[in-house]
């Protein structure tokens, strides 16, 4: 039909779609993810390319989802253990109510267990305890938990499950037969990230630098204040017409001048070590290992799936692949502990996450069918043919970086990383080699993660924030102009 010679500018559409309806948040992600591939199998449809229930449930790379859902799994029974309120009650102990030692070690807590568990759980774990001693010490919370998030996405990229845009990458088949194994990528990502995190460390104290972290105020003298601005604006509106109406206004001003004496005697500063000190043993009994046998169990088994995973890319005999590993890791967990609740352990596994991955993998496949895909890559492959051959491996790496600096600021990594895991473009791009093709995935998933992420947009939703509008203009404006770019320039140097 006369609409195929189209195809490829509707598949271009369809995508737009779906990044126009995730950006602005217009409907849930995983809802645009599911109506795009909708979109997409009716176009196939109306192209007389319908494909049949099988082939499209063939689409979805299961290999990526039983990974996911099992270290979901895993991670759901190890946070029940309160390892994460522990370790950020040490972190607290250790830095001795200080405010940039704190800081600095949940920053490196949150990159080293993000290396090893999903940076959206190791957040959404962080994130109350991190409010809660950031009120002990009368911080703003919103600049640590910034600070955390940047070095849980740093963290996250430094393996193949820390992420999963991390996990898309490792888990596919065309890849991971090109000699990209969870070892091999690790080996490559693990070196970078060290010198990632420094660089970052370094930015953070630079950006920091004239930012007040503490708050002005203790809160209870907040409170007073705001109480103040409260008497003397009802004071303000009351007219002066009648003695009565003069006596309501006089005893509402001398009200305020009251409060205002109170706060002027109230001692504003305490020592930052009798304050730590003083509530370090309410913390003690609030934040606690609660199970610890369970601890000892969980961390065995996350060792045991981290080793075999490894083990996955170096032993030629074990016949199981990574999402196997995984979902075998949450049974033997789940046996173990002794779970009586299934439904309570399947409650925490992040299902709209899941359903995300399989309606993206059903959409990219979609619009490779229509042409997508090898359109992008015939012509950013001829942008590159332009350049002489020995330059080329130099400007692809280089364009792969930036296109993906640039277009995940903007957009979720995750549909972006989907949409670019094709190697068929990384060979136009880099040549038939193997290793300038993994030169260019190692460039690709450097520069992808950590920009727009989940764990971002977990903090942003956090209830306990300060109330302040936190939405896409105002995190872009003041957190995303300048430091993508800046992170952009690290795989240059490394």
Sequence with gaps: ???????VLYAGLILVFVYVLIVFELVHRTTAALLGSLVALATLALLNRRPTLEEVMEWIDYETVCLLFGMMTIVAIFSSTGFFDWAALKAYKLARGKVWPLITILCIFSGIISAFLDNVTTILLMTPVSIRLCQVLNLNPTNILIAEV?????????????????VIIVSNKQISDA????????????????????????ALRLMYRNLKLENTDPPEVAEMKREVEIWKRTAERVPIVSAEQKAVKAMLVQKSLAVETAIRNKQYRKSSSNAWRKNLPELEKKYRVTDMPLLIKSSVILGAVVVLFFSYSFVNNLHVELGWIAILGAVWLIVLADVHSIEFLLEKIEWATLLFFAGLFILMEALEEMGLIDFIGEHTADLVRQVEP??????????????????????DNIPFTTAMASPDDTSCLCGSSPLLDSDCYWAWSRSVTGFTSSASRLVLGHGSLPRRKWNFNWSFSERCV????RAARIPHII
């Design 1 to 7: 039909p006369e609409a195929a010679e189209f195809e």
């Design 150 to 166: 940047l070095f849980s996405n740093i963290g996250g990229t430094a393996t193949a499950v820390g992420d999963p845009p991390n």
């Design 179 to 202: 000699g990209i194994t969870f070892a091999t990528f690790t080996a490559h990502l693990c070196i970078g990230i060290v010198f990632c995190m420094a660089t970052g460390y370094g």
């Design 390 to 411: 020995k330059n080329r491996l130099l400007v692809a790496i280089v364009l792969i970086v930036w296109i993906s600096a640039i277009a995940s600021s903007f957009i």
């Design 482 to 485: 300048c430091r993508p770019r």
